[in-house]
């Protein structure tokens, strides 16, 4: 039990907790401020990406050095560390459903924090901790012009889709799985290479 | 000593690349979200509105380079040095702003290649909207840094991008009012919506609107500096006067609606006209299409001077509701008009001589039924007078070129059939009696005498 509260003390989870604690929260307020259906797809999302941002800080410790050099075999506790922080955020933005009107369907949210965990953790590899967040940030920007309240998003073709799957609607099946792919893909990359050193 | 600062910081800061990566994201935004551009100024005022995206990235950039002490874990050490925040911090603020100014206008040079006619009117009013966005672009690094510099969070500058996005996106439907639309406030917010009714061209934003948003950026800018060089909650404090000062002053002056900020471009639609022979003058909005003309006005005045003399000798191409003079031309000017936001150069020539020899080229009498100038024709049939009237035009301007009537499009069904009756019932008459018809035509639509231009057409007077 001690290895793990030091773990997760040297990774900030506190802080990353308490700033994913407040985005439910804000997910919550904002759903009940906000009544426009496509207002409130848009926040959910931006809520989303707030919130899984916020593990990028996490994902690097205090001293590369000192992880590489300690007998502990990172790669599965790493996969284990993106996949267990992706799916608290998933369930606590979920249950904001709990104490409200639901702002967006469990499985949109779902679809939308596995991949942008994925493009966290990808970034994370890549980039390094800091600059993780660049990643999912000008991606979900990017795509925000083709969501609800500004335009609609495109139906066709496929990598039109695949490229916006963030706005796409929760049934849209290759949105799923580019979102999914982004997990795999990320949470690999991270788990082998680890956080790039920056 | 100064300059070799600022060297340093422009190179070794991430002022260059956050304004490479600000300048891509705005390009590809410009390209991919509108078809090409009509004119400069529908891009100069979409540059401003996508500032919704390319303002948080600056706040986010300045956030980053905000913290680069903490990151770099030198602060402790830094703020032990002799020399004062406001001079240590100013080389840095200037590189950001140079950083934030270059992607303005390397945005706005790569936008042109989505610009489908560079060399077009290039209107006065385009040159203060660049200039505001540029400042909105350094007050949004500077306002970055200072939130930077107080909370130095590896969280602050993606966090801020998805705050100013959320932010700007839920700020304005929330300002608009039902009935009277948006209130000039919204002036306040970094990005700038065209009007309303989509006239880019036909439009520049008032000097009033303008100053008072420049007044506003500057204090917003001015805070954000006094912030970041300030050292004690005293001074930060203080640091808050110039935003609350410009709030004060700039708010009572914008305009109350933001629809009333937008103001007519009298130069965009004055005509300008080409030297040699015969003459053809265009809105200047449109001038860049004066050279494409010249064929196309020499074709339908050489048939007008065939088949109907006198014949005119200058060619004018208006624009629907440019607010000028709605007098009849005179005799030796042939007046037809296209819509705003008609590309001239799009149309075929074939398709410019039908539009210049619609009604024998004569525009529409303002006092007929449905044949004001500027109306867009919808689907769905239209009364019968209206039909009948344009159908007289066109039957007019198919005589004169030797040709069938075009084509229906929606809604034209009904004038293209009545057109093709006109002009089946022309051409059974002997030649001298059909042009005295058309010139009948003609000489009723200089004056718009009252009267049925298709009974005129057909010698039928009398049976309605």
């Known amino acids: ?198 | 000593m100064g300059a070799r600062i600022l060297g340093i910081e422009l190179r070794r800061s991430v002022a260059m690349p956050a304004a490479l990566v600000i300048a891509a994201v705005g390009v590809f935004v410009l390209f991919a979200s509108n078809p090409p551009y009509r004119s400069w100024m529908e891009l100069v005022v979409v540059q401003r509105d996508i500032m919704q995206l390319t303002w948080p990235l600056a706040l986010a950039a300045g956030a980053w380079q905000g913290i680069r002490e903490r990151r770099s874990r030198v602060e402790e050490l830094i703020a032990t040095t002799a020399r004062p925040r406001p001079q240590r911090v100013l080389p840095v603020a200037t590189a950001m702003a140079i950083a934030a100014v270059v992607a303005y206008l390397v945005m706005l040079a790569g936008g042109t290649g989505h610009l489908r006619h560079p060399d077009g009117y290039f209107p006065a009013g385009a040159v203060p909207l660049i200039a505001l966005g540029a400042l909105a672009l350094v007050a949004a690094a500077w306002l970055g840094l200072a939130i930077g510099a107080l909370l130095p969070s590896p969280l602050t500058a993606p966090m801020l991008v998805v705050i100013a996005f959320l932010g700007l996106a839920v700020v304005p439907p929330m300002l608009r009012d039902q009935d009277r639309g948006e209130p000039g406030a919204v002036l306040l917010l970094p990005f700038l919506q065209g009007p309303r009714d989509g006239g880019y061209e036909l439009q520049v934003l008032s000097a009033r609107a303008n100053l008072s948003q420049a007044l506003w950026l500057v204090a917003v800018a001015a805070t954000g500096l006094a912030l970041l060089a300030a050292a004690r909650t005293a001074t930060r404090v203080a640091a808050l006067l110039p935003v609350l000062l410009g709030a004060a002053i700039a708010v009572p002056a914008m305009p109350r609606q933001l629809a009333a900020a937008w103001v007519a471009d009298p130069r965009a639609t004055e005509v300008v006209c080409t030297r040699d022979e015969p003459q053809v003058c265009i809105a200047r909005m449109h001038s860049y299409a004066l050279d494409e003309l010249s064929g196309p006005a020499r074709q339908a005045l050489s048939v007008l001077a065939a088949k109907l003399p006198p014949a005119p000798t200058r060619v004018m191409l208006r624009t629907f509701g440019d607010g000028r003079d709605d007098g009849r031309p005179p005799a030796d000017t042939l007046l037809a008009f296209v819509s705003p936001d008609d590309d001239v150069l799009a149309r075929t020539p074939d398709d410019l001589v039908e539009i210049m020899l619609d009604g024998a080229g004569v525009p529409p009498c303002p006092n007929l039924p449905g044949a004001s100038p500027g109306k867009v024709i919808s689907g769905g049939s239209r009364p019968d007078a209206e039909a009948r009237y344009l159908a007289a035009r066109r039957a007019a301007g198919a005589w004169l070129l030797d040709r069938d009537p075009e084509p229906a499009r929606a809604g034209e069904e009904l004038d293209v059939t009545l057109a093709r009756q006109a002009l089946d019932a022309l051409h059974a008459l002997p030649a001298d009696r059909q042009r005295a018809r058309v010139a009948a035509l003609r000489d009723a639509e200089r004056t718009c005498a009252p009267g049925d231009r298709l009974d005129l057409l057909t010698g039928t007077s009398g049976t309605r």
Request: charged share 10%.
């Open chain 1, 1 to 198: 039990m001690r290895p793990l509260v030091l773990y997760l003390r040297s990774r900030a989870a506190p802080a990353t907790a308490a700033t994913v604690l407040g985005c439910a929260v804000a997910l919550w307020a904002l759903g009940l401020a906000i009544d426009h259906p496509q207002g409130r797809v848009l926040t959910a999302l931006l809520t989303a990406l707030a919130a899984t941002i916020a593990l990028a800080p996490g994902l690097a410790g205090a001293d590369p050095d000192l992880d590489r050099a300690s007998a502990i075999a990172w790669p599965p506790r790493r996969a284990a560390h993106i996949v267990v922080a992706g799916a608290v955020v998933a369930a606590l933005l979920a249950a904001t459903a709990l104490a409200g009107q639901q702002m967006a369907g469990t499985g949109h949210i779902a679809r939308n924090v596995a991949g942008l965990a994925g493009l966290v953790a990808l970034g994370a590899a890549v980039l390094g901790a800091a600059r993780a967040p660049l990643l999912p940030v000008i991606w979900t920007v990017l795509v925000l012009r083709y969501a609800p309240p500004m335009g609609e998003p495109p139906t066709r073709p496929a990598y039109k889709i695949m490229l916006t799957w963030m706005v796409q609607p929760p049934d849209v099946r290759s949105a799923t799985v580019t979102a999914v792919a982004l997990a795999v893909a990320g949470t690999l990359a991270y788990a082998v290479l680890g956080s790039r050193r920056s």
